[in-house]
Nanobody, 114 residues
Framework: QVQLVESGGGLVQAGGSLRLACAAS????????MGWYRQAPGKQRELVAA???????TYADSVKGRFTISRDNVENTVYLQMNSLKPEDTAVYYC????????WGQGTQVTVSS
């Protein structure tokens, strides 16, 4: 079992930055992959960024060069640093962990004003 708790969302102006954190209830060292997804109103949930246990990363084209995903195996936390935010980044951001099954957090709202 893995419980995930996201934090760090909020309201920011376009061009600003936020750092999201996803704290896991147990060691993430052996978790195959962890990722951040987002869902805007009326849209499907989409992958934003993911990181494997080996540190390999992947990003959605829309956030490349602006967002950075990282993991701290000591703090059992995955971070998403979001820079140069745009209004279209507004969404609920969810953390996911993949072991033999998927685990999701409750989400954190990010709102970017123009």
């Amino acid at each position: 079992q893995v419980q995930l708790v996201e934090s760090g969302g909020g309201l920011v102006q376009a061009g600003g930055s936020l750092r999201l954190a996803c704290a896991a209830s147990r060691s993430i060292f052996s978790i195959n992959a962890m990722g951040w997804y987002r869902q805007a109103p009326g849209k499907q949930r989409e992958l934003v960024a993911a990181i494997t246990s080996g540190g390999a990363t992947t990003y959605a084209d829309s956030v490349k060069g602006r967002f950075t995903i990282s993991r701290d195996n000591v703090e059992n936390t995955v971070y998403l640093q979001m820079n140069s935010l745009k209004p279209e980044d507004t969404a609920v951001y969810y953390c996911k962990a993949v072991t033999w099954r998927e685990y999701w957090g409750q989400g954190t709202q990010v709102t970017v004003s123009s």
